[in-house]
């Protein structure tokens, strides 16, 4: 299975502020995926991100809230914008392997003061 | 909407005894179903899944689970759990033709001595 890893590993910030969260994909992978998971909590999808096209959010996710890149088939960045405390959670990233699989990255803890 | 139902939300057992986290999952169509662990302060490490085949799907760490389409379940079974089981358990669901993952609320598992 593919090796994810993210940064931040976790962070702090200040309401109003913006997070950049990377994920980096030790293969080449068509899907990626982009998680919340709020505390206590399971996960929720935020949105697709396919290499090529613009991403694909669920409901209750917008772009402007949620920026999403995918410049190559690698690497993938979700930014979480104008931040409240709500928006504490675990940022997880996955890639789609195999027959609908998902391998998720470490997470990325999400502090909002 | 597809949905998974984990009715336990907390498994307290002691070591060497065997478990069962039960889940349960709503769609009428065809589905792929796996299972997920998350230890602490760790991503998410995919267990075992069910594509198709046989309804007795083996895992890693001693893990198993029954597809059972009639009920509509797919619980998970462990003859004889270890201190380092502890940990929490997400059972999730994608539609065949579908790359999402719907997750369950998860079931925490706490092994003791």
């Known amino acids: 299975s593919a090796v994810i890893s993210q940064k931040p590993s976790r962070d702090i910030c200040q309401r109003g502020t913006s997070l950049t969260i990377q994920c980096q994909v030790d293969?080449?992978?068509?899907?990626m995926f982009w998680y919340r998971q709020q505390p206590g909590q399971s996960l929720t999808l935020i949105a697709t991100a396919n290499q090529g096209s613009e991403a694909t959010y669920e409901s209750g996710f917008v772009i402007d809230k949620f920026p999403i890149s995918r410049p190559n088939l690698t690497f993938s960045t979700l930014t979480v914008s104008n931040m409240s405390p709500e928006d504490s959670s675990i940022y997880l990233c996955?890639?789609?392997?195999?027959?609908?699989?998902?391998?998720f990255g470490p997470g990325t803890r999400l502090t909002v003061t | 909407a597809q949905s998974v139902t984990q009715l336990d939300s907390q498994v307290p057992v002691f070591e060497e005894a065997p478990v069962e986290l039960r889940c349960n999952y709503s769609?009428?169509?065809?589905?792929?179903l796996f299972w997920y662990v998350q230890y602490p302060n760790q991503g998410l490490q995919l267990l075992l899944k069910y594509l198709s085949g046989s309804t007795l799907v083996k895992g890693i760490n001693g893990f198993e689970a029954e597809f059972n389409k009639s009920q509509t379940s797919f619980h998970l079974r462990k003859p004889s759990v270890h201190i380092s089981d502890t940990a929490e358990y997400f059972c999730a669901v994608s539609d065949r033709g579908t790359d999402k993952l719907i997750f369950g609320t998860g079931t925490r598992l706490q092994v003791f001595p």
């Open positions: 293969s080449q992978v068509t899907m």
């Open positions: 996955s890639v789609g392997q195999g027959q609908y699989e998902q391998y």
């Open positions: 769609s009428s169509v065809s589905v792929y």
